[in-house]
C-alpha cells in the first residue's frame, strides 16, 4: 500500500500565493509520473500539472506561467508552488502518483480557496 499525504492549502486573496506538498510513503519501488489535479465546485476534475519521473512537467493552459510543479525524489515529495492565484483557481487539489509496481493512486484532497 502506498500512503499520500497532503498539506499546504487554505485562504488566500487574489494574487497571493501558496506551496502545496504531498509525500508518499509506505510500499514504494519507484515513481514514475507525480501530479496535481484540482476539482472546483460542479465541474469535472481536471489536471493542474504533472512531472514525469525524467523531470518533464505539463500544465493546464489556464495555470500557465503562475504555478510550477517539482519534486524530490529522495523524500517522494511532490509539491505545487501557486502564484498569482485568482478566484477561479478555488477548488480541492489532489496528489496524484503513479508507482511503477502497483500503479496510480490519489490524496485525500486539499482545500484552495482564493478570495477576490
Known amino acids: 500500500q502506498v500512503q499520500l499525504v497532503e498539506s499546504g492549502g487554505g485562504l488566500v486573496q487574489a494574487g497571493g500565493s501558496l506551496r502545496l506538498s504531498c509525500a508518499a510513503s509506505?510500499?514504494?519501488?519507484?515513481?514514475?509520473?507525480m501530479g496535481w489535479y484540482r476539482q472546483a465546485p460542479g465541474k469535472q476534475r481536471e489536471l493542474a500539472g504533472l512531472?514525469?519521473?525524467?523531470?518533464?512537467?505539463v500544465y493546464a493552459d489556464s495555470v500557465k506561467g503562475r504555478f510550477t510543479i517539482s519534486r524530490d525524489n529522495t523524500k517522494n515529495t511532490v509539491y505545487l508552488q501557486m502564484s498569482s492565484l485568482k478566484p477561479e483557481d478555488t477548488a480541492v487539489y489532489y496528489c496524484?502518483?503513479?508507482?511503477?509496481?502497483?500503479?496510480?493512486?490519489w490524496g485525500q484532497g486539499t482545500q484552495v480557496t482564493v478570495s477576490s
Open positions: 509506505g510500499s514504494i519501488y519507484s515513481i514514475n509520473d
Open positions: 496524484y502518483i503513479e508507482e511503477e509496481l502497483r500503479g496510480a493512486y
Open positions: 512531472i514525469t519521473s525524467g523531470g518533464r512537467t
